[in-house]
């Protein structure tokens, strides 16, 4: 963290999953690899790099806004959804590592609850949004469809 503060972020059961699924298909000694063998994902802003380039072509059309997304557009929709699933300001945020509002000041020297539970089933809420998204079960979102592996993107 940026702030020198640690940061006990939940993982949602889809996170684990996934990650799961992506040591299985790695064999790699690590689960993000960097870009020099042997090295772990280190280099954040060429990975952002490498992953815009591949998603370029998937956008190249005239109702996709053309600017290039940040870190924080993710966070941002996060947080949006979040809000959406009637997740608490309180927990949303601190789901983002931010200290909230209400804990503030003299609230947040006297409140020392972790909210572990809560960011929680923030991280599930989140996951279930993001499931439905891809599956195309959000309603006003087309589905995302596999590739076979091992096709150009």
């Known amino acids: 963290m940026k702030s ?11 996170a684990r999953e996934e990650l799961a699924r992506l040591a ?10 960097g870009r020099t063998a042997g090295r772990s994902l280190r280099e954040v802003f060429y990975f952002r790099k490498r992953l ?9 059309n005239e109702a996709t806004d053309p600017r290039p997304w940040t ?5 941002r929709t996060a947080r949006s959804i979040l809000a959406a699933e ?3 300001d309180t927990v949303a945020e601190l789901s983002l590592a931010h200290v909230p509002a209400a804990l503030r000041g003299s609230a947040g ?28 079960d959000a309603g006003n979102v087309l589905p995302f469809y596999q590739r076979e592996r091992g096709s150009a993107p």
């Open 71 to 75: 870190w924080h557009d993710l966070r």
């Open 109 to 136: 020297t006297y409140n020392r609850h972790d909210y572990a539970t809560e960011k929680q089933a923030a991280a599930e809420a989140l996951a279930h949004r993001l499931r439905a998204i891809v599956t195309g």
């Open 24 to 33: 299985e298909t790695r064999d790699a000694e690590f689960l993000f690899p």
């Open 52 to 60: 815009h380039a591949r998603m370029a072509p998937l956008l190249a």
């Open 4 to 14: 020198g503060a640690a940061h006990r972020a939940a993982l949602s059961s889809l």
């Open 86 to 88: 009637g997740v608490s």
